[in-house]
């Protein structure tokens, strides 16, 4: 499904800082440290970024931030924000502890996710790391802009599954240093395809959002009925409450008490 959803508009427009003392914010191309990228974005709820949680300045105080990366299906592209699976997550665990910030973005590949995470470590602190990675098929390409492109376009038509896995891999592999480095802990989980790949411990690979509805197989062992009716978002092509609700369930099921 998520493969022909492109993503928002990246708005760029700041001079790039260099610096190799790792104590001074840094900025190398499209990367930085310190500045969250700008997308122009026209949907209901967006903060003045572009991204479907409040504005981070000035930051508020007294929580562990908790950061989560994702594509269309977890910014919630045809939903109300109180519907979408992390919105869930959030009200359901009513944590004193705990701020989310959902930093998912329409069409977002597996690189945009790491490169929004690193932008976030100078201004979110993010001690807590949700991924629900979409289809390892995208990738981001650097020109005069950043560009997010799905599997169907030309320029990544030759691409191998080999090359797709690997890619993924990279991006695990960041974002697990990133918490590392940070003090942080990780989080994952997939918007549509359940990869049989190497993961981190904190993992729910049982469903995707996609496969969590209907319910019709295995990991729904309390459910006596078949359920098949489909269930999509009120734009008629991203998933729906019902998807959402359940893959909120079954991520607190796993991980609810290592959310803190």
């Known amino acids: 499904m998520g493969e022909r959803f492109a993503g928002s508009e990246e708005v760029r427009g700041s001079t790039p800082r260099r610096s190799t003392n790792l104590n001074i914010d840094m900025e190398y191309g499209f990367f930085s440290d310190n500045q969250i990228p700008k997308f122009n974005n026209t949907h209901d709820g967006v903060n003045s970024y572009g991204y479907r949680c409040p504005e981070w300045t000035p930051l ?14 977890t910014f919630g592209e045809g939903l109300d924000v109180q519907d979408v699976w992390i919105s869930i997550v959030q009200e359901k665990l009513n944590s004193s502890q705990l701020r989310f910030w959902n930093m998912s973005q329409p069409g977002s590949s597996a690189d945009l996710m790491f490169r929004i995470l690193y932008s976030c ?12 990675w979409p289809a390892w098929s995208r990738r981001e390409l650097y020109k005069t802009g950043a560009t997010n492109l799905t599997g169907s376009e030309d320029r990544l038509a030759l691409n191998e599954e080999t090359e797709d896995k690997n890619n993924l891999l990279k991006n695990i592999f960041l974002t697990e240093k990133f918490a590392e480095h940070n003090g942080a802990k990780t989080f994952h989980c997939f918007a549509e395809e359940v990869y049989d790949i190497p993961m981190p411990p904190n993992t729910l690979n049982s469903a995707s959002l996609s496969s969590c509805w209907p319910i019709y197989d295995k ?7 078949t359920i098949t009716e489909s269930d999509l978002a009120s734009d008629g092509k991203h998933y729906g409450k019902k998807h959402h609700t359940r893959f909120a369930e079954l991520f607190l099921k796993s991980f609810q008490t290592k959310l803190r």
């Open 121 to 132: 470590e100078k201004v979110l602190f993010p001690k807590i790391i949700i991924c629900c």
């Open 219 to 225: 990991h729904f062992e309390k459910i006596t009925d």
């Open 60 to 73: 508020p105080k007294g929580k562990k931030n908790v950061v989560v990366l994702g594509c269309s299906h």
